[in-house]
C-alpha cells in the first residue's frame, strides 16, 4: 500500500481556496438580518450561511460580503464536485460499500479521492468560519462532525476546531462531552481513535463542574481543549456570582422579574434554563471551588505556553499571523489555536476579564 505520511505536512495542498482574510472579532453572533438583526427570513443564495430581512439590505451588504461569499461558493462547488467523484468510486476493496456512507477502517487517508474530498470540505469550513452568523458556525461545525465521522484519525486536527464552534452556540454540555471524550481517549487509549471499533463520542451529559484534572494532568496538553475547558468553568462563575450578589442584596426571596431579568443575560446556557438555581442557598462554596478550577486551568495553560494568555487579552494581530509550523509552547503554537476559539471568548461578557484579574495576581506573587 502506498505511504501517504509525508502527505500529512503538505498544509498548502489541503487548503487551495482559503485565504487569509482579516478575522473578524465578534461580541455577539449575528442570529438574524446581517444589517439589522431583525429575523432574517431571506437566505444569500451564494454562502447560505447569511440572511436579511429584506432585499434593500441584502443589496446594502453586498459590496462588504461579495468577497467572502462568492470564495465559500466556489469552494463547496469544488467539495460537491470532489464528492460526486468519490461517490461514482471504485475506491475500495469490492464489497467495501460506499465510503462515505459505510464505516471503513483507517486506511481512509490512504484512499488519495477521500484525502482530496475532506481537504475541499476544509476549505469550505475555514470560510465558513469567517462570517460571524449562528448559521455559518452551525454549518462549519456540522461540517467538522461529519468529517470526523469519516475520519477519526483526524489528521487535521478538526477537534481543536470544533470546540469553539460549540461554544458559540452556546452547547456547552455537547463542547465538554466532546472535549472530554478526545482527551481522554488521546492520552489513555490512542488506538482507539485510529480503529473504527469501540465507542466514539459516547461520553454523555458530564459533570462541568467536575475537577478538571483530566486535562490538567495529560501528558501532552493541548491549548484548545484547555480554553475550552477554562471558558465553560469562567461562564458558570460570572452566572453563579451574578445570582448570588443579587441574593445578598434582595434577601432569600428574589423577586420573579429579577430572577428572569439575571436568567435571560445569563452568559451559560446551563445557568439560563435552570430555573431552581435561585432557591438553592448560597452558592458561595461552589463559587469558590469554581475559582480553584478555573485558577489550576489557567496555570497550566501559563504552563504550556506563555504566549497565551497575554494574547487573549490583547490578541493584536495574532489572529491573523496564520503560522506554517507549530511546535509546542511556541508562539506560533498560539496564533494556531487562538483563533479558533477566540470569538467563544469575546462573545461571553465578562470572560477576558477574569483573565485580567488572574494576570494581576500572577504579577503580584
Ligand atoms: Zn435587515
Ligand atoms: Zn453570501
Redo the contacts with the bound molecule.
Sequence with gaps: MADYSEDYRDYERWNPYGDPSPFDVSTELVDG?S??D?DGLIRCAGCRVVH???RV?QYAHRKQHKSVCLKIKKAQEACDKEEAELRAGPNGPPGWGNPLEDRWPRLFWGIHPMRQYLSARFAVVELQMKINTRAAVQAALDNIIDMLRLRRGDDMWLRDIAPGLFLRLDRDQACYDFVKWWTWRFDQRPKDIEGMGGSYTDIKNADMFEAPDLFINTALPLLTPLLAVTLLKIRRLIDLQAIQRVKLEAGPYVPQEIQDLITAHAVSPVVAANRNIFQRQDHVPKIEELKRQIRRLYDRVLEANKYVWPAMVRPGNHLTATPRYAGTGTIQEMQTNLPYIYNAWSETPGAIGVIEELQKCTVKS
Excluded: E, M
Design positions: 438580518c444589517v439589522c431583525k436579511y430581512c429584506r439590505h
